[in-house]
T-cell receptor, first 116, second 115 residues
Framework: GAGVSQSPRYKVAKRGQDVALRCDPI?????LFWYQQALGQGPEFLTY????????KSGLPSDRFFAERPEGSVSTLKIQRTQQEDSAVYLC??????????????FGNGTRLTVT | GDSVTQMEGPVTLSEEAFLTINCTYT??????LFWYVQYPGEGLQLLLK?????DKGSNKGFEATYRKETTSFHLEKGSVQVSDSAVYFC??????????????FGKGTMLLVSP
């Protein structure tokens, strides 16, 4: 069956450009997470959606980062005025149940963003 | 806040060697503990988990025991294969006061197994 799909797989942006990263979760999955993984580091939490509601955005590093999931399925992570420190792999993950319930988290392959 | 510390890599082993990757954690509540694996070019996959003290998670020959007294969740395998070469991440999930929880990951440990 289809897993979590992220696009694009790679994105190169010039400093100052805006980017939009897309996540297609597994159909029917309630929970959706975005994580940021810098080179040589573990993934770090950015934001969490329960259906269309963004319940936690405490991990977003600045107000240049914005995420949405308007219909409770596809999600977009937008980064405005990209900076070099935004270079990382952005991971999306979805889960059938609510966060904290015993339901496995399915990760996409990520979008590797390079800001030049 | 919550944190996970795991041994730095790369860990380089010959096929059939014994593997240990150390992981310790800090959490305010009673977390669930996980090991995720990332094979080259692939996404993170759940390898095993344990939800309470003294639980042992196991999968594909890998094991880890939730040790509350030492706040540890070390990953072990008795005989590694070349196909086990990957990056391994220790993680915790702590529900806290919000009623939901997110994963906190360690930095990852790369395992390289040679024939």
């Amino acid at each position: 069956g289809a897993g979590v799909s992220q696009s694009p797989r790679y994105k190169v942006a010039k400093r100052g450009q805006d980017v939009a990263l897309r996540c297609d979760p597994i159909s029917g999955h309630v929970s959706l997470f975005w994580y940021q993984q810098a080179l040589g580091q573990g993934p770090e939490f950015l934001t969490y959606f329960q259906n269309e509601a963004q319940l936690d955005k405490s991990g977003l590093p600045s107000d240049r980062f914005f995420a949405e999931r308007p219909e409770g399925s596809v999600s977009t992570l937008k980064i405005q005025r990209t900076q070099q420190e935004d270079s990382a792999v952005y991971l999306c993950a979805s889960s059938l149940a609510l966060a904290g319930e015993d339901s496995p988290l399915h990760f996409g392959n990520g979008t590797r963003l390079t800001v030049t | 806040g919550d944190s996970v510390t795991q041994m730095e890599g790369p860990v380089t082993l010959s096929e059939e060697a014994f593997l240990t990757i150390n992981c310790t954690y800090t959490a305010t509540g009673y977390p669930s503990l996980f090991w995720y694996v990332q094979y080259p070019g692939e996404g993170l996959q759940l390898l095993l988990k344990a939800t309470k003290a003294d639980d042992k998670g196991s999968n594909k020959g890998f094991e880890a025991t939730y040790r509350k007294e030492t706040t540890s969740f070390h990953l072990e395998k008795g005989s590694v294969q070349v196909s086990d070469s990957a990056v391994y991440f220790c993680a915790l999930s702590d529900r806290g006061a919000t009623g939901y929880s997110t994963l906190t990951f360690g930095k990852g440990t790369m395992l390289l197994v040679s024939p």
